[in-house]
Every structure is written in C-alpha cells, then in structure tokens.
T-cell receptor, first 113, second 114 residues
Framework: AQSVTQLGSHVSVSEGALVLLRCNYS??????LFWYVQYPNQGLQLLLK??????LVKGINGFEAEFKKSETSFHLTKPSAHMSDAAEYFC???????????FGSGTRLQVQP | EPEVTQTPSHQVTQMGQEVILRCVPI?????FYWYRQILGQKVEFLVS????????KSEIFDDQFSVERPDGSNFTLKIRSTKLEDSAMYFC????????????FGDGTRLSIL
C-alpha cells in the first residue's frame, strides 16, 4: 500500500536553530508532494508543494523542502526557527492519477526560547 | 485571499442521529473533498466530488455517508446514522482542476457523538 512516513512525532528545537522535519513516501513514480501546517484549532494551511518543476521548493514563512528521488524523501527545513513556527506539520502525497491526499502522521514542532 | 469555510465549528449529536456538515469551497474551484481526523490519528481521505458526481472515495466512505452540492456554493457531508466512532474533526477542501494543484482546507468541524 502506498504510504507516507514522517519520522519523529515530536521535534523540539531552540529558537534560531535549524528545523528539519522528515518525510518519506513509497512510490517508484514520483508523486505530487505537499507540506501543510496546522496551528491549534485551525485547519491545514499549505506551506509548499512539489510538482516536478524544481527539486528545491520554497514555501511560505521561510520554509523549503528538497525532493530527492533516490531517497524517496521530501524533508522540510527552515534555517532559523521562530517561536511562531510551533505547530503540527503534515507531509501529504497524491499518487499518480489520484487526487486523494495520503497524509503522514504529522510532526509536532516545539520551539524553545 | 479566498478561503474554504465550514459550519458549524463544533457539532454534538446523539448516536444514531443524522448529521449534516456544511462547507463553502473557494468559488472558482472545481474539485471538492472531505477528510477526517480522528483524535490522535492521521488525516484520512473520505471522498472527492467533481461535476456533481463522486470522483473518488475511500473504503471509509460507506453507505452511511453521502455528499451533495445542493446549490452553487455549498458542499455537504451527511452521515445518516452516526456511531461513536464517527467522532472526529472533519475537513472540507477544494482545488482547481489540474492534478498538481494543491487542496485548500477549511478550519474543520469537530463532530462529537454521544
């Protein structure tokens, strides 16, 4: 079955430190890949998307993600964490020919002062 | 920026009752979706809808569920006879036509079945 794996259900970083949230997908054909963020009591907000145009994708709020086909990965990074980045982050994939998004289990990012 | 709106934000219903969750997708979007997130679990796809028809559905979307676009703006999810395990956050989303276009989500309706 096609799946999305997010390593680490909780990640804690210090303010100003690098943020790295991991996402791996299972498919021999590169899917469309998305990162969403969910703040408390809010919906899912699109951070960025990969749709085969460029392997390094820049999103909102200083986040970016790199698609690596050889590693079937789409990890999310931000050079310097801000307190306002504390939220839950979801990697999502739509596989070939399908619109349904398959979500990872999410990573809760905590930013320490 | 246009957004997807969902009502109500919280719905409490007795087990066995019918419930209708409402969504207003972004106006120029063509595809509409429902997802659910049971507390502590992954966000799961339920159904997608295009041109007044279901275009894709998951195994979760059984006969107790139905979707409808009753007018030009609303998109609804009906659960016919609710069960305790239907308690979840239900998200509506919409997207443009192309497969690579992202889905835009509403803030969700928290459904609590008593």
């Amino acid at each position: 079955a096609q799946s999305v794996t997010q390593l680490g259900s909780h990640v804690s970083v210090s303010e100003g430190a690098l943020v790295l949230l991991r996402c791996n997908y299972s498919s021999s054909v590169p899917p469309y890949l998305f990162w969403y963020v969910q703040y408390p009591n809010q919906g899912l907000q699109l951070l960025l998307k990969y749709t085969s145009a460029a392997t390094l994708v820049k999103g909102i709020n200083g986040f970016e993600a790199e698609f690596k086909k050889s590693e079937t990965s789409f990890h999310l990074t931000k050079p310097s964490a801000h307190m306002s980045d504390a939220a839950e982050y979801f990697c999502a994939v739509s596989y070939t020919g399908r619109r349904a998004l398959t979500f990872g289990s999410g990573t809760r990012l905590q930013v320490q002062p | 920026e246009p957004e997807v709106t969902q009502t109500p934000s919280h719905q409490v219903t007795q087990m066995g009752q019918e419930v209708i969750l409402r969504c207003v997708p972004i106006s120029n979007h063509l595809y509409f979706y429902w997802y659910r997130q049971i507390l502590g679990q992954k966000v799961e796809f339920l159904v997608s809808f295009y041109n007044n028809e279901i275009s894709e559905k998951s195994e979760i979307f059984d006969d107790q569920f139905s979707v409808e676009r009753p007018d030009g703006s609303n998109f609804t999810l009906k659960i016919r006879s609710t069960k305790l395990e239907d308690s979840a956050m239900y998200f509506c989303a919409s997207s443009l036509g192309q497969l690579n276009q992202p889905q835009h989500f509403g803030d969700g309706t928290r459904l609590s079945i008593l």
